[in-house]
């Protein structure tokens, strides 16, 4: 069995070189450089699905934690907080229809 040797600690090298299997995602923001596996592994679960309107209060919320740790260095963070902003922008707003405008006569 081999070893490595990493901060004094013996572990064997089996260990060190698991493999992590993919993440599945169902919607990606329109950015390509959004789109890879370390990202989607720090991304919430449900932002990983369609854009749904019941979770945008939890999309919110996460949003805000994602700004307040957020330092310049950070460019994972920094991709979580556009993707969520993505997400945000991609749920349907029942105000911004295309529908026709109906018109109330008055009586």
């Not at 919607?27 to 990202?39: A, G, I, S």
């Not at 932002?47 to 700004?67: D, N, T």
């Not at 950070?74 to 997400?87: F, S």
Request: hydrophobic share 35%; aromatic share 12%; glycine share 0%.
């Amino acid at each position: 069995m081999e070893f490595c040797l990493r901060n004094r600690f013996s572990f064997p090298l089996e260990f060190m070189e698991v493999p992590v299997p993919d993440v599945s995602v169902r919607w990606t923001p329109p950015v390509t450089h959004l789109r890879y596996q370390r990202l989607y592994r720090g991304v919430c679960e449900y932002l990983r699905e369609s854009p749904e309107r019941r979770h945008v209060p939890l999309a919110v919320r996460y949003l805000r934690r994602l700004k307040a740790c957020y330092h310049p260095s950070n460019t994972l963070q920094w991709d979580r907080i556009q993707w969520t902003r993505a997400w945000l922008d991609a749920v349907d707003d029942p105000l911004d229809s295309d529908d026709e405008t109906v018109i109330a006569e008055d009586d």
